[in-house]
């Protein structure tokens, strides 16, 4: 209670600090390159930030549980925002527009390569092909009944009346789970691994589609159905490609030059290619997102274990942290955007498109899983898990972020497409964001008693050796041949390791143990 | 050896090759200028035949309406190419493109990664081959020198957009994390022995450059020997060379590892002067004539700058330290991380807002969150930390020498030969008149001479670097075309002359460096450097213990700090174990106090312990005694617990 209070005034403080610094005269400008001005918008920006993560602290430590800390984060948004709109300073104008180019740039490779990096691959190969069924064929019913089904209620006067065209757009924009804002709840609430690989795996991999969908529908008519699929095909695998050989790239360097020496320069190289793989992918067109998250998962794989400790420990918490503060700006940026934007409400659209919504998914869930019971019985897929994936398709970030593409403003009716997809994200967000929690109880799947996000930081990423054990023959085979492939070289094997080096790891890794045993004892965990 | 520096060269050399390749290959942009929007647009539709999709329909229309915005911005700013990206993206709003700019933007993102994958492997090229006279820092910019001139002959709007230095992003980005590490790791003992000559010299000292300078080039040009330049402008050509860069600075002397005087007073003078450059540069530039009223009221300004600025960096620190304290934020390591960034970058981006110096803010930030602050962080960033920022100001650093080198070649030079020649000598003088006399003023009054040695070797080191060379980008007159070639080729002269020239001056005068280039090695040393000199003055030991230790640093119970210090023992250790052929360690017992985290020189505090005695032969702290009982007392408790008592036992190995 008591450092409850002297935060307290400590905010206090910041905030007149804050407002000092608005009273101070605009005069004397651009002095050197960097002017007061974009010193206070960053000023700013770093203040809004600093509360943003003081107020997930205060969520995690509050320990609320159907409140995720992202819902929170939104909520905190809504406020600046609010206060954004009775303020008439440019400054804060400038900050609190949503910048959707900046997101695609660079915080959406940082959470989507975290993501890959920390991924249980064992569970995620083993449910590849759920995973791709609902990423793909889900997504497209999604986008198809989502599309058309706008446009039907349109033509029937039930709706606002839009084209083809339109409806199909709002379709593909929205017919995407979001990654960041479903991993940001499920990973708080720890949830059943095997409901967290396969809403994971779907939302990462049904970018690729929606990229692909939203782009056809604006280049191609009708009778060229076949060229998309062909590009689908093409951008998958290339992507895929492209992520996984930048990384295997990075090993051949990291095992050529022996860099170990220097952990520095292993951290710089390291940082450099995992954004590389998702630029590239970016530039020719490809989805960078898929990218980012194989070279993520052949990061962990194969260069993770050739690393200096002092570089693993670093970049550890380092893609965390990257990640952690990446979602929080979304999150933030979401809320803020909600009092400041101009909206062009239709109700019923709005209305229908969520219907929509969820019947397209219940249409493309619960078959699919049915048949895959029937025809797998290895792991089974039950009702209730089954309902929580129906549940848990958030609109979020992406959506969010694709809406601002300047190609809805040529529609007539783009800018209550916009509202739609916009308030879809809220809602979406709000009902099922919150709602999971009660949802997971009710059915009586297995959480975590408390949120998780933050502890999840701090441990070290051990890898186990049995990862690819339970995997099919092809896999295993591809993975033996890439190991012989890099360890065919006279240099001390990077992939492999020798006996030595595997004894002074377990040894350190004990040491690492101690000393979060020992943290764990000063600091009191729960 | 020779095997292996043959595969290096055939690396870096198929890495220029294969960003040539990407330069001539990549589209233009689309966004970018308006005279070759409409070419641009044209080359995109041909160079991605299906993807570009969704930028097709709109571009036209984005595109103008943003190239108009930025267009105008640029008009004022003549040089401000490169933030037109930018500009565009703030100047867009809801209805600004996500996906139009994003394919452009990820090839520029996707060159400046291949540039510094290039330019690291360079450095890690010239650790590795040895050569004590060539700093990586030149090789870096040689490099980008190479670069320059292959970006120079493709017109290609993206690259252009590369290679054009943006001295907006090196103030608001750059420069904060170089400052800030170099405050944090600072030998502070060693910092605050040289205050009054670092002081002296970075005030006094860039004042008399900055008149000789001035004057000279002024008095050149009106007695015809060279061209002719008004007195402002000849004025504010000295203001904006007269402060030497800590950037370049650093990493040359850095790498050589020199004696501490030497070394603490060049850093200090050039990391303080940045402060007395920027007033001048202010005062010399403010419209108005000079009267004596200005002058007065500007010195006095400065006063206040600079005690502000240093006030608002120990606040921002002392706030943080007491954040740290109050919060258990020892939870949640990542929590720590993040707000030692936002804190110390605060200070810096406040300070400026404020119109004071950032770079004295964020310098002394650094020192004082590293004296305070940095006690309280959990084990894990207390680990993690220091390597994050080394490795940041490395990059950084790196960055800032490619973007000189590619300047250089790509700067539409205005040449004057005369003044080129007359500079040169102007700064060399000026740098004689302030080095040597004030040295000679300090010998009279300090304890510990400054040695003639030491002295050339401080007036040798007066490079400039990146501070320069953005003030020299920002000048805007009728003559600043002139000025900005001058800055530039000054730049170059110094990095390159000076550069390579101080090794060789070193062993000459006979002043002890190490033997092999210590850049990447000093990335993993840990984070408190223990410095040898320990006596401080009475008064601020007395009060620092008394008041400041306990209120501002978290009580950590004495286990925590073994545990770091068994396990930074246990990595080194291991780490030797793996490369006792790379590492030479020929000061066996710095290396050995270095290690310890905790703070063993007279602490009286109950909390705080000394270093493992097991390994140290000799006591390094004067209340050993008592610390060697707590450290056994503790180690006991530690040999409670299974691991730990594992561990140890391997570390007495």
Redesign the interface.
């Known amino acids: 209670m008591k450092s409850l209070i002297k935060l307290s005034l400590f905010l206090i403080f910041c905030i007149n600090l804050v407002n000092a610094t608005h009273d101070i005269n605009n005069g004397c400008k651009d002095i050197i390159g960097c002017g007061p001005e974009e010193s206070k918008e960053l000023l700013i920006f770093v203040v809004l930030l600093f509360f943003s993560v003081m107020v997930v602290y205060f969520i995690s430590s509050l320990n609320i549980h159907f409140m995720p800390e992202s819902i929170a984060l939104v909520f905190y948004g809504i406020l600046l925002g609010i206060v954004v709109k009775f303020t008439n300073s440019t400054i804060i104008e400038k900050i609190s527009i949503y910048d959707a180019d900046k997101f695609f740039l660079f915080l959406l490779p940082v959470i989507i390569f975290e993501t890959g990096f920390s991924l249980n691959q064992l569970n995620f190969f083993k449910n590849i092909v759920p995973i791709s069924i609902l990423a793909v064929i889900g997504t497209l019913i999604s986008f198809a009944f989502t599309g058309f089904g706008v446009y039907l209620m349109g033509y029937l006067g039930v709706s606002l009346p839009v084209s083809e065209r339109e409806g199909l757009i709002l379709g593909s924009v929205s017919c995407s789970v979001d990654p960041i804002a479903t991993l940001a709840i499920f990973k708080a609430l720890d949830v059943e691994p095997l409901l967290f690989i396969l809403v994971l795996g779907e939302s990462i991999l049904n970018d690729a589609v929606s990229i692909i969908a939203f782009k056809s529908v604006l280049t191609y008519g009708v009778s060229e159905i076949w060229k998309p699929i062909i590009l689908f095909f093409v951008m998958l695998f290339g992507s895929v490609f492209i992520g996984v050989a930048t990384i295997l790239i990075l090993g051949f360097i990291l095992k050529l030059f022996d860099i170990g020496k220097y952990p520095a320069v292993e951290t710089i190289f390291i940082i450099i290619f995992s954004f590389i793989s998702y630029h590239i992918c970016d530039s020719l067109g490809l989805s960078g997102i898929v990218a980012a998250f194989f070279s993520g998962i052949t990061m962990s794989h194969y260069c993770y274990r050739g690393l200096s400790q002092e570089t693993k420990q670093t970049i550890s918490q380092l893609y965390r942290t990257g990640a952690f503060v990446a979602e929080t700006i979304v999150f933030m940026y979401i809320g803020i955007t909600l009092p400041i934007h101009q909206f062009y409400i239709n109700v019923p659209m709005i209305a229908w498109t969520l219907l929509f919504f969820v019947v397209s998914r219940a249409i493309s869930i619960f078959p699919t899983f049915f048949i895959l019971n029937k025809l797998n019985t290895q792991s089974y897929v039950s009702l209730a898990i089954q309902t929580v994936i129906w549940f848990s398709g958030l609109r979020g970030a992406i959506s969010f972020s694709l809406n601002f593409s300047p190609a809805l403003d040529d529609f007539p009716n783009g800018q209550y497409i916009q509202t739609t997809i916009l308030l879809s994200v809220y809602i979406t967000l709000f009902v099922f964001g919150m709602g999971v929690y009660p949802l997971l109880k009710l059915l009586k799947i297995k959480t975590n008693q408390r949120e998780q996000t933050l502890e999840s930081i701090n441990t070290m990423y051990i890898e186990d050796e049995t990862k690819f054990g339970k995997l099919g023959s092809f896999f295993r085979n591809i993975d033996e041949k890439l190991k012989l492939f890099f360890s065919r070289y006279d240099i001390p094997p990077v992939f492999l390791r020798d006996k030595e080096k595997e004894n002074r790891r377990n040894f350190e890794n004990e040491g690492y143990q101690a000393i979060s045993d020992e943290s764990d004892y000063i600091y009191g965990k729960q | 050896m020779k095997n292996?520096s043959l595969?290096?060269i055939a690396t870096i050399v198929l890495l220029v090759l294969a960003i040539t390749a990407a330069v001539s290959c990549s589209p233009s942009s689309v966004a970018t200028t308006t005279k070759t929007k409409e070419a641009g647009d044209d080359e995109i539709k041909i160079h991605?035949p299906?993807?570009?999709?969704?930028g097709?329909?709109?571009t036209d229309?984005?595109g103008s309406s943003s190239n108009g915005e930025s267009a105008s911005n640029s008009n004022s700013n003549s040089n401000s190419n490169s933030n037109s990206n930018s500009n565009s993206?703030?100047n867009?709003?809801?209805?600004?493109?996500?996906?139009?700019?994003?394919?452009?933007?990820?090839?520029i993102?996707?060159m400046i990664?291949?540039i510094?994958?290039g330019a690291?492997?360079i450095?890690?090229f010239m650790?590795s081959i040895h050569i004590p006279f060539i700093p990586e820092s030149i090789a870096i910019v040689v490099y980008g020198v190479i670069l320059g001139l292959i970006f120079r002959f493709s017109h290609s709007d993206i690259v252009s957009h590369v290679a054009t230095f943006d001295?907006?992003k090196?103030?608001?980005f750059i420069l904060p994390t170089i400052i800030f590490e170099t405050g944090f790791s600072l030998p502070k003992t060693d910092f605050f022995k040289h205050i009054s000559g670092i002081l002296m010299l970075a005030i006094f000292g860039t004042f008399i450059t900055f008149i000789v300078v001035g004057l000279g080039i002024f008095g050149v040009g009106h007695t015809g020997l060279s061209i002719y330049l008004p007195l402002r402008d000849s004025l504010s050509f000295g203001a904006i060379i007269s402060s030497t860069d800590p950037v370049c600075t650093l990493a040359i002397f850095q790498a050589l590892n020199v004696d501490p005087t030497l070394y603490m007073l060049v850093l200090g003078e050039s990391i303080l002067n940045d402060a007395t450059s920027?007033m001048l540069?202010?005062t010399v530039?403010s419209v108005g004539p000079f009267t004596a009223k200005m002058i007065f009221y500007n010195i006095a300004l400065f006063f206040l700058v600079a005690i502000g600025s240093v006030g608002l960096g120990i606040g921002m620190a002392l706030?943080l330290s007491?954040?740290l304290k109050?919060?258990?934020?020892?939870?949640?390591?990542?929590?720590e991380?993040?707000?030692m960034i936002?804190f110390s970058?605060?200070s810096y981006?406040?300070a400026?807002?404020?119109?004071i110096s950032?770079v004295l803010a964020v310098f002394f930030c650094g020192i004082t969150f590293n004296q305070y602050g940095a006690y309280s962080l959990?084990?894990?960033?207390k680990?993690?930390s220091n390597?994050?920022f080394?490795?940041a100001a490395?990059?950084c650093e790196t960055c800032v020498f490619i973007y000189i080198g590619m300047t250089f070649s790509f700067h539409d030079f205005t040449f004057n030969a005369d003044l080129f020649t007359w500079s040169i000598f102007f700064i060399c003088l000026s740098r004689a008149m302030s080095v040597f006399p004030i040295c000679f003023i300090l010998n009279k009054f300090l304890k510990d001479k400054i040695s003639i040695q030491i002295q050339i070797a401080i007036w040798f080191a007066g490079l400039r670097g990146a501070f320069a060379f953005?003030?020299g980008?920002?000048y805007e007159s009728d003559y600043a075309k002139i000025i900005r070639t001058s800055t530039i080729l000054m730049v170059i002269f110094t990095i390159f002359v000076f550069g390579i020239g101080t090794y060789p001056l070193l062993k000459i005068l006979g002043i002890k460096t190490s033997s092999s280039d210590q850049s990447?090695?000093n990335?993993?040393k840990p984070l408190n450097k223990k410095s040898k000199a320990k006596d401080r003055s009475q008064l601020y030991q007395s009060v620092d213990d008394k008041y400041f230790k306990p209120w501002f640093r978290k009580k950590?119970?004495p286990?925590?700090t073994e545990?770091?210090e068994?396990?930074e023992k246990?990595?080194q250790s291991?780490?030797d174990?793996?490369?006792g052929s790379?590492y030479d360690f020929d000061d066996d017992d710095d290396y050995k106090n270095n290690d310890s985290f905790s703070i063993n020189n007279n602490n009286n505090s109950e909390f705080e312990i000394g270093v493992m005695d097991d390994d140290d032969d000799i006591p390094t702290s004067s209340s050993s005694s008592s610390s060697k009982a707590k450290s056994s007392e503790s180690k006991s408790l530690i040999n409670q617990?299974s691991?730990?008592s594992?561990?140890s036992s391997?570390s007495k190995k």
């Open positions: 292996s595969k290096w991605i299906n993807f570009v999709g969704i097709k329909v709109n229309k984005t993206a703030t867009n709003n809801n209805s600004g493109g996500a996906l139009a700019n994003q394919q452009d933007a990820s090839i993102i996707f990664l291949m510094l994958t690291v492997m450095v890690y650790v001295p907006e090196f103030f608001l920027i540069y202010r530039t706030l007491l954040l109050w919060i258990n934020i020892g939870k949640f390591p990542a929590l991380t993040i707000f936002m970058y605060m981006v406040l400026n807002a404020l119109d950032g959990s084990p894990y960033t680990l993690t390597q994050l080394r490795t490395f990059i953005s003030l980008l920002d990447l090695d990335i993993n950590v119970p286990l925590a545990a770091i068994i396990f246990l990595v291991s780490k174990m793996e490369m790379v617990k691991t730990f594992s561990s391997h």
